[in-house]
């Protein structure tokens, strides 16, 4: 379980594929602090560490993982977001984010509003149920508010802290990013039969 509060950025410094899998080596400031076993949000994928050393760790994505996601997009030197697990016992600074991507979606436009920035995104059609105005959702494994959402498309504000550290400042007009809705509304629909 995690928050979508970024601790750190990580760097992709080698990629191994194997059968249908792919190992990502990352090099990270928080890297030697975390054990095997360990799960740990990458762009907002839950994955599990399977090895630790010299200031680096590797995960490894499954097929699932992949399909659904946009880690099959990364290459050597690409940044990404980093978030350990959530402490039972702290306060939930952002919103209940599970690591589990729904979809991916496209960036759209990138607006600069007096020093902080509009993002415009296209959703798949799930996204007219599941994001609302004001509500919660994770992107990239940031949690963030929407600010509006019409059909398949809708727009979060990023404030310059968020900018500068995170990876938004490396997405760009075309780029994939992972998106979790939030567990709330998915678990509203599936009780009203409309999953």
């Given at each position: 379980m995690f928050t979508g509060i970024i601790e750190t950025l990580g760097?992709?410094?080698?990629?191994?594929?194997e059968k249908s899998n792919?190992?990502?080596?990352?090099?990270s400031?928080?890297?030697?602090?975390?054990?095997?076993d360990q799960s740990l949000a990458h762009d907002g994928v839950c994955l599990t560490v399977v090895k630790v050393a010299n200031k680096m760790h590797k995960v490894t994505a499954i097929d699932e993982t992949l399909q659904k996601s946009n880690l099959?997009?990364?290459?050597?030197n690409s940044k990404i977001n980093l978030e350990r697990c959530t402490k039972i016992n702290e306060r939930l600074d952002g919103h209940i984010v599970q690591g589990h991507i729904d979809c991916v979606a496209i960036c759209e436009k990138i607006e600069d509003v007096s020093g902080s920035w509009k993002f415009t995104f296209k959703?798949?059609?799930?996204?007219?149920?599941?994001?609302?105005e004001k509500g919660s959702i994770s992107i990239n494994g940031v949690s963030l508010t929407v600010v509006n959402s019409t059909d398949n498309f809708f727009s979060v504000a990023i404030i310059?802290?968020?900018?500068?550290n995170t990876s938004f400042c490396n997405i760009e007009k075309g780029s994939l990013v992972n998106i979790e809705y939030d567990i709330i509304g998915k678990y509203v629909l599936k009780i009203l039969g409309k999953s």
């Open positions: 760097t992709i410094i080698d990629i191994q594929k792919i190992t990502f080596t990352i090099k400031s928080i890297s030697d602090e975390l054990r095997v099959n997009k990364w290459e050597i959703a798949n059609e799930a996204s007219k149920k599941l994001i609302v310059p802290y968020t900018y500068e």
